[in-house]
């Protein structure tokens, strides 16, 4: 069954499918064993600049235009890191990717490279005009018309419930090719990003309308 998913955020889907899933962390690489460095707004666009320009020396023809240019800024921003910081870098933290749903959490670093990347793929002549979004957003994307309907996203952290500084989540129609048709709710959800600093446990729920929620915990592990 194909779906048209109207202005919604597949980002996300592009990034994490099949040719790009080594990019994405799953739910189940919890252990953090290097020493963990925050990117800030700065030093995020400086590098990803390098990235480009890297790239371009390396023989990626100008103007950026295809899928293969925008995977090898992603390598060369993810070397970077790891020569710089000694540490990995993912550019989002996946809690649920199945056939029906994808609900990943990406932090300030982590988002603007996933928007840059697409900046990319559609020539854009930089990101430049990409805003940094400063909190940890959430990410929910229903997939097919048979999705789990998340009607609403709790986060504790150091045992405090904490509140979403903008909450996306709202009811959207999705459809088929066949005409079929559903309400249903998918969006971004955003949270302090010290909410997932390591050192406490942080624990998100998605709650469906109907069936079990979800639960993931972030022990020991900070969103970048």
Same mark, same amino acid.
């Given at each position: 069954?194909?779906?048209?998913?109207?202005? *919604?955020?597949?980002?996300?889907?592009?990034? /994490? $499918?099949?040719?790009?899933?080594?990019?994405? #962390?799953?739910?189940?690489?919890?252990?953090?064993?290097?020493?963990?460095?925050?990117?800030?707004?700065?030093?995020?666009?400086?590098?990803?600049?390098?990235?480009?320009?890297?790239?371009?020396?390396? $023989?990626?023809?100008?103007?950026?235009?295809?899928?293969?240019?925008?995977?090898?800024?992603?390598?060369?921003?993810?070397?970077?890191? %790891?020569?710089?910081?000694?540490?990995?870098?993912?550019?989002?933290?996946?809690?649920?990717?199945?056939?029906?749903?994808?609900?990943?959490?990406? $932090?300030?670093?982590?988002?603007?490279?996933?928007? /840059?990347?697409?900046?990319?793929?559609?020539?854009?002549?930089?990101?430049?005009?990409?805003?940094?979004?400063?909190? *940890?957003?959430?990410?929910?994307?229903?997939?097919?018309?048979?999705?789990?309907?998340?009607?609403?996203?709790?986060?504790?952290?150091?045992?405090?419930?904490?509140?979403?500084?903008?909450?996306?989540?709202?009811?959207?129609?999705?459809?088929?090719?066949? $005409?079929?048709?559903?309400? #249903?709710?998918?969006?971004?959800?955003?949270?302090? #990003?010290? *909410?997932?600093?390591?050192?406490?446990? *942080?624990?998100?729920?998605?709650?469906?309308?109907?069936?079990?929620?979800?639960?993931? %915990?972030?022990?020991?592990?900070?969103?970048?």
């Amino acid at each position: 069954m194909n779906v048209v998913l109207p202005g *919604a955020l597949v980002l996300l889907m592009m990034v /994490c $499918g099949a040719s790009l899933g080594p990019l994405c #962390i799953s739910s189940t690489a919890m252990a953090q064993d290097w020493p963990f460095q925050r990117l800030t707004e700065a030093i995020t666009r400086d590098m990803v600049k390098s990235a480009i320009i890297d790239s371009r020396n390396e $023989g990626i023809r100008v103007p950026l235009n295809r899928d293969k240019d925008k995977d090898r800024i992603l390598f060369n921003f993810k070397h970077r890191v %790891r020569v710089l910081y000694e540490q990995e870098f993912s550019e989002s933290y996946i809690v649920r990717d199945s056939p029906e749903l994808l609900i990943a959490v990406v $932090g300030p670093a982590g988002k603007f490279l996933l928007e /840059c990347s697409e900046a990319i793929r559609k020539m854009e002549p930089s990101c430049d005009k990409i805003k940094w979004t400063p909190e *940890a957003s959430v990410i929910v994307t229903p997939k097919t018309l048979n999705s789990p309907d998340i009607i609403r996203v709790a986060l504790q952290s150091h045992g405090k419930t904490i509140l979403p500084t903008f909450n996306g989540l709202a009811l959207h129609e999705m459809s088929t090719a066949t $005409g079929e048709k559903r309400l #249903i709710h998918r969006g971004e959800i955003r949270y302090p #990003i010290a *909410a997932f600093e390591s050192g406490g446990e *942080a624990i998100l729920t998605l709650i469906p309308e109907a069936g079990k929620n979800i639960v993931n %915990r972030f022990a020991g592990r900070s969103i970048q």
